[in-house]
């Protein structure tokens, strides 16, 4: 089977390697469509990640050098690239209950030719309907994320919202803030093909931050009042910057972006300073939730997946470029580490 994997920092191949022996409760997925993580999986890849040197206690809640530094977080020449994949099951172990060779499903896993995922108590594997669409199920990981920003953002009907960073995670937190009643949606990013994709997607005006200040104009647009919940998902120190100028005082900023340390020029001592925002950082992973016990990180996935697949969301347009298995070494390289101005999300279809 064929696997792409980082060989070095931001080099990635298609390496051939043995297929594994199937579990007798796990199944083997025929992988047909897949897509990576265009977020924290891209600092992995670039080699530096925290995790390559550090571990994250959840004791200390911080980061802690790992307990043997010559085992790293992150190996290359091991570490397989990829978030999600559609495909069918065509194999299954003697133990597996609730599933079928033929069946359709999704999961989390590797850009691969198969997929082996244990198949016995796992929410993450999950079927998909007739008309559920592949590119809104490559979006599972993402949705959570977006989801989980606009619920720590509070967006209630009638607020003034802004997104900042229309990749995946802000194309869709710009509809679940249309959806939820937002009666104005600014999306920000200076890529056009993305402002023209989040304006389908129910922004009702988008900005580019690169020939405007956004912070201002945003303001203009609430007649000086900026609006209740700004969502930052780029994690640009400037974006960060135009967030604090253009929320209302008292609002919210989700601030989703796993960001980079930020260059000289962001300056709280501005509108940050005068404001009296809520800076959040959101992370729907994180446990326990915000809104625990109502909320946890399984209901977050459930909620996401019902809205993918009952076409409340619609992901299509957001998955773009699509490139074949073949070419997605240099793909991957090209439209997620080099030149992600040239893409949203990457999709992978196989065979």
Not at 238 to 256: N, P, V
Request: glycine share 10%; aromatic share 8%.
């Amino acid at each position: 089977m064929k696997t792409l994997i980082a060989t070095e920092p931001r080099k990635a191949e298609l390496i051939e390697i043995e297929a594994p022996v199937l579990g007798e409760e796990e199944v083997r997925i025929d992988v047909e469509f897949s897509a990576p993580k265009h977020g924290t999986e891209v600092v992995d890849f670039r080699g530096i990640s925290p995790f390559i040197d550090e571990e994250f206690s959840e004791e200390w809640r911080s980061f802690v050098p790992r307990k043997d530094p010559s085992k790293k977080g992150i190996v290359f020449g091991e570490f397989k690239l990829g978030n999600m994949v559609v495909g069918k099951i065509i194999e299954i172990g003697n133990k597996v209950n609730g599933f079928s060779v033929g069946d359709r499903v999704c999961t989390y896993g590797p850009i691969s030719d198969t997929v082996i995922v244990n198949a016995n108590n796992n929410h993450r594997l999950l079927k998909m309907p007739e008309s559920g669409k592949w590119q809104n199920a490559v979006c599972y990981d993402p949705a959570q994320f977006a989801l989980g920003a606009v619920r720590d953002a509070n967006i209630k009907p009638g607020d003034c919202v802004a997104v900042s960073g229309l990749g995946a995670i802000g194309q869709i937190a710009i509809q679940l803030a249309k959806k939820t009643g937002a009666s104005l949606v600014v999306g920000v990013d200076p890529i056009e093909h993305r402002r023209e994709i989040a304006l389908e997607g129910g922004a009702d005006i988008c900005l580019d931050p690169t020939s405007c200040d956004a912070g201002y104009e945003i303001k203009k647009l609430t007649n000086k009042q900026g609006v209740d919940a700004y969502i930052e998902t780029s994690g640009i120190g400037s974006a960060l910057q135009d967030a604090l100028k253009g929320i209302g005082y008292g609002g919210t900023i989700a601030y989703i972006a796993f960001a980079k340390p930020f260059p000289e020029g962001l300056n709280f001592g501005r509108e940050a300073h005068f404001n009296n925002a809520n800076l959040v950082f959101s992370r729907a992973a994180s446990e326990p939730n915000r809104d625990y016990p109502r909320w946890d990180r399984k209901r977050i996935e459930r909620t996401c997946w019902e809205l993918l697949m009952n076409g409340h969301l619609n992901c299509e347009k957001i998955i773009d470029p699509i490139v074949s298995f073949k070419d997605s070494a240099d793909a991957y390289m090209k439209y997620v580490d080099q030149s992600p101005n040239l893409s949203i999300k990457l999709g992978v279809k196989h065979g």
